[in-house]
């Protein structure tokens, strides 16, 4: 078997070949792109395997190549830098260190999902990309509205009607800022309008379909929390108990012991953003579903802190969103179990 390691760079990508005795085969740099990459892995020698670290260009490359190696590892950054951390660094000596890792199986490795999760993936995060400025435009246009001092409803300033309306009969608001108030107001429009274009075709994609059906079954999961679920926590049968699935979402802390002392850390900025900020959304607003969730949420309340509150709460989504994930059936209310059970 050769292990191959590899650097990946926007423009180039620097490789290392070795043996499983660890001898150097071959070693180089080749551009990123298919037509080097397949003029290069027709020279290398068989069986291979071939490993690299995770980067926003891995996903086509992995994709390119898995066709033509036994298997195809990805690593996780931050890990694999604490194992091959040099006082030397360069793209050929990281290449060397992530074969060697390969090779000798101390590769940290991540998980790759699937191409129909990742493309699905793509669309609904720049649909999150949508949102952040539709946000940004419209604390412009009310920024706007404040330096000139004009009069107006915040509650309402969003609304069609009372925004034409604003901008026809409100005389103080000055001839320099309408151009800028008219293009602000149509790109929320196209925002909008965009976004629901994109969610509606997640919706309907027949690859997602009965499984966005089913987890929207949940409390408090609309349509989404349940495309983030599908989409974020991709193939479900790798998270073995609910803890895993928790610790993914970062819905609790960590924890460091010593000795007798244990000491729960506050919650890391190592995690998938998107699936955490939407299970905390959804349990802000859960309890108000269902009678479950708002004795949770009370339960933790009368202990003073609100964050934590919603954090049991958000727990408690994910424990039901995996079972309901895992056994491909609808979510069963706790009346409906107690019947049942009886």
């Known amino acids: 078997m050769y292990y191959i390691g590899l650097d990946v760079h926007k423009k180039t990508i620097s490789f290392c070949v070795k043996d499983a005795a660890g001898h150097v085969h071959r070693e180089g740099k080749i551009g990123s792109t298919r037509r080097e990459l397949d003029a290069w892995i027709g020279t290398l020698p068989q069986p291979r395997m071939i490993a690299m670290e995770a980067t926003i260009f891995t996903g086509w490359i992995y994709d390119h190549l898995l066709p033509h190696a036994s298997a195809i590892k990805v690593a996780h950054p931050l890990m694999l830098r604490a194992i091959a951390l040099a006082k030397k660094l360069s793209d050929r000596i990281d290449a060397s260190k992530i074969a060697d890792c390969l090779r000798c199986d101390f590769l940290p490795e991540c998980h790759m999902a699937s191409t129909e999760i990742r493309n699905r993936r793509r669309v609904l995060r720049y649909r999150h990309l949508l949102v952040r400025q539709m946000v940004q435009t419209k604390n412009r246009v009310s920024g706007l509205l404040l330096e000139t001092g004009v009069e107006h409803n915040k509650s309402r300033l969003h609304k069609v009607g009372y925004f034409r309306r604003l901008l026809a009969t409100n005389s103080d608001i000055d001839d320099s800022i309408r151009p ?163």
């Open 180 to 342: 800028l108030l008219r293009l602000s107001r149509e790109t929320i429009e196209r925002c909008q309008k965009t976004e629901y274009a994109l969610v509606s075709s997640l919706e309907r994609d027949p690859f997602l379909k009965e499984r966005i059906k089913r987890l929207r079954t949940v409390p408090g999961v609309g349509p989404i929390t349940a495309l983030n679920w599908a989409l974020e926590m991709g193939d479900i049968s790798r998270f073995r108990t609910i803890k895993q699935a928790v610790s993914y979402c970062r819905l609790c802390g960590d924890e460091r012991s010593s000795a007798d002392k244990v000491m729960r850390m506050p919650l890391s900025k190592q995690r998938n953003k998107h699936i955490q900020h939407v299970l905390v959304e959804a349990a802000k607003l859960a309890p108000r579903q269902s009678a479950e969730l708002a004795l949770i949420h009370h339960k933790a309340m009368e202990k003073g802190n609100r964050n934590r509150a919603t954090l049991a709460v958000a727990r408690k989504i994910v424990a039901w969103l995996l079972a309901v994930d895992r056994e491909n059936r609808e979510f069963i209310p706790a009346q409906q179990r107690e019947t049942r059970a009886a």
